[in-house]
């Protein structure tokens, strides 16, 4: 890819964040990551912003784009991956301050973040924006304002795409199936997640690894998507594809080797 400009990755701390923001900074790409719980990522040239960053707070955002590109220059790149996962919940015990917990940040966030930075962009007349959205949003489940979140993301990609794609700017998405981040580990180690349920409707019968997250994040800021604007990428092991052959009996087995 084209290594020239800066990329901010939110939340870079952690988990698909982190793997993007050592992909690229490996790539020889200038990178700042941002978190609301900021830590460095040891090994890399991934820059640090050291001051608490919350997507979720319009102050916060307005003025956090404002100070880096004051210390770093333009940014040239945005991955919008900060976000909390939803609470599962039956409908009844769904509380409306986890609700607006989660659209704060995962909706809410994205859009004040990616406005902030694409309005910058736009007016330079380039840039490139990759949203992290989930499978999450184009099922159903029991993680009722996630999903609603993870819809809009994708819906604002759109919007987004279409509202700067005369003056350079490409906006896109990617939708994760289950990664093996450090917080699903932790899932699975409370017990509150199933590793074999999480892999099974899947066609490849396995999680995805945040770097192939990351991978598919850097080709869509990259030069070489240049003709790519407001999709939504699913990277799921073929979560989607798979995930309806319950219905008809479960999905294939690989014949021993
Ligand atoms: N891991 C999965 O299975 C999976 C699947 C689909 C989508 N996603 C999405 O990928 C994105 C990254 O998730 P992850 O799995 O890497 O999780 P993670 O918890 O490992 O990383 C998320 C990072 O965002 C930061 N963050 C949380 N709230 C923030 C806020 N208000 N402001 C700034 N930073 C904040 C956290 O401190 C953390 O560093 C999220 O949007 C998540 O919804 C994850």
């Known amino acids: 890819m084209s290594t020239d400009g800066l990329v901010l990755v939110t939340g870079g701390s952690r988990g698909i964040g982190a793997a993007t923001a050592t992909l690229l900074a490996d790539q020889g790409q200038r990178v700042v990551i941002v978190d609301i719980a900021p830590e460095p ?62 659209v704060n940040i995962d909706l809410r966030g994205t859009f004040m973040v990616a406005r902030g930075v694409g309005v910058r ?62 917080m699903l580990e932790a899932g699975i180690a409370s017990g509150a997640l199933d590793k074999e349920l999480l892999s099974r409707p899947s066609a490849m019968n396995r999680l995805v690894e945040p770097f192939e997250v990351a991978q598919a994040i850097v080709w869509l800021l990259s030069p070489k998507s240049s003709g790519v604007t407001g999709i939504n990428l699913p990277v799921d092991a073929g979560f989607i594809a798979g995930s309806t052959w319950a219905a008809y009996g479960g999905l294939p087995e690989a014949p021993e080797a």
């Open 121 to 182: 962009m736009a007016a330079r007349r380039s840039g490139a924006i990759v949203n992290v959205a989930s499978v999450a949003g184009m099922t159903s489940g029991p993680i009722h304002a996630y999903t609603a979140a993870k819809a809009g993301i994708i819906q604002i990609t759109q919007t987004l795409a279409a509202e700067w794609g005369r003056v350079g700017v490409r906006v896109n998405a990617v939708s994760p199936g289950f990664t093996r981040t450090a």
């Open 41 to 102: 990522l040891v090994g890399t040239d991934a820059i640090l912003w050291p001051a608490p960053f919350d997507v979720a707070s319009e102050a916060t955002v307005t003025a956090g784009i404002a100070d880096i590109e004051a210390a770093h220059g333009p940014i040239t790149g945005l991955v919008n991956a900060a976000g909390v996962f939803g609470k599962m919940h039956r409908i009844e015990r769904v509380r409306m301050e986890q609700w607006d917990r989660e």
